[in-house]
T-cell receptor, first 108, second 115 residues
Framework: RKEVEQDPGPFNVPEGATVAFNCTYS??????FFWYRQDCRKEPKLLMS???SGNEDGRFTAQLNRASQYISLLIRDSKLSDSATYLC?????????FGAGTRLTVKP | DTEVTQTPKHLVMGMTNKKSLKCEQH?????MYWYKQKAKKPPELMFV???????INESVPSRFSPECPNSSLLNLHLHALQPEDSALYLC??????????????FGEGSWLTVV
């Protein structure tokens, strides 16, 4: 089993749709969690950290479920500019792992 | 705009060449990283420097040689590379420690092509 798993997609959704991604992790000692966004031929950029209590930033909501060992990202009212690859990142015990990324395409 | 600066943005080199990738950050971060990313794959960790000392080497071939001259600079020296080493090389930094849970900030990357 991979340490961090994501559905690679692609997710093709119309503008305005709500889309959700999950990311599962195997190391129960993992401590910190992030979602990064990577545009084609660009570097990954931090989208948001993921806190135990869940957090929201505008149209984006991130949640952590420690019992089931997954994090999620919800995008509401998706825009064309949301098209990108979304990478989950899991930190723990001086180790950091990237998921393989989920490709999202938002279409007009 | 990223506060981690990488040069050059593009590099084409022959298999017998020696070249270097450079990375600079002025955020006062004490951990710096080199990642390699192939198309449609996530970044793969190569090296971590923590407080200017090499703390993690992910079994990277010796044709890649990192160097951290000071807390703001990180170099990756390249020698006798293979065509399969062609990739995007990403430098990153974080505030304290290596993989301590701090946010990691990436540079724009250096696109390397080995011919």
């Amino acid at each position: 089993r991979k340490e961090v798993e994501q559905d690679p997609g692609p997710f093709n959704v119309p503008e305005g749709a709500t889309v959700a991604f999950n990311c599962t992790y195997s190391n129960s000692a993992s401590q910190s969690f992030f979602w990064y966004r990577q545009d084609c031929r660009k570097e990954p950029k931090l989208l948001m950290s993921v806190y135990s209590s869940g957090n929201e930033d505008g149209r984006f909501t991130a949640q952590l479920n420690r019992a089931s060992q997954y994090i999620s990202l919800l995008i509401r009212d998706s825009k064309l500019s949301d098209s990108a690859t979304y990478l989950c990142v899991v930190h723990g015990n001086n180790d950091m792992r990237f998921g393989a990324g989920t490709r999202l395409t938002v279409k007009p | 705009d990223t506060e981690v600066t990488q040069t050059p943005k593009h590099l084409v080199m022959g298999m017998t060449n020696k070249k270097s990738l450079k990375c600079e950050q002025h955020m006062g971060h004490r951990a710096m990283y080199w990642y390699k990313q192939k198309a449609k794959k996530p970044p793969e960790l190569m090296f971590v420097y923590s407080y200017e000392k090499l703390s993690i080497n992910e079994s990277v071939p010796s044709r890649f040689s990192p160097e951290c001259p000071n807390s703001s600079l990180l170099n990756l020296h390249l020698h006798a590379l293979q065509p399969e080493d062609s990739a995007l090389y990403l430098c990153a930094s974080s505030q304290t420690g290596a993989h301590s849970g701090n946010t990691i900030y990436f540079g724009e990357g250096s696109w390397l092509t080995v011919v």
